[in-house]
């Protein structure tokens, strides 16, 4: 019994650790990327999964309870929503003329308006 809580404790503490590490390598890369596209990739992409690790943590540290259940639907609900309103964001950047890195190689959505044909 004693190695299911150490093993247990171990789990619980490397899915906190991940999540929390994710949580910082988001906030540098908020602070370092140089245009809004960049930073709002490294924002979505490091808070979705930081959450989604602490909450994972939090779900095993509550066991098989209604607030590990409420939990899934957040984890869920964000999984489902983050990256849909980045997308919106994105494209209200590009919509209004935020210009991207000068050193960027790829523009899809100016592709995206040249197919189109909206200039």
Known sequence: MIIYNIIFDLLLILLLSIGTLFFIV???GLIRFPDVYTRLHAA???DTLGLGMIFAGIMLYEGATFASVKIMFIVIFIFLTNPTAAHAIARAAHIHGIK???KTVVDMYKEDEKREGVE
Do not use: A, D, S, Y
């Open 26 to 28: 988001g906030t540098i």
């Open 44 to 46: 979505t992409k490091c």
């Open 100 to 102: 991207l890195w000068e």
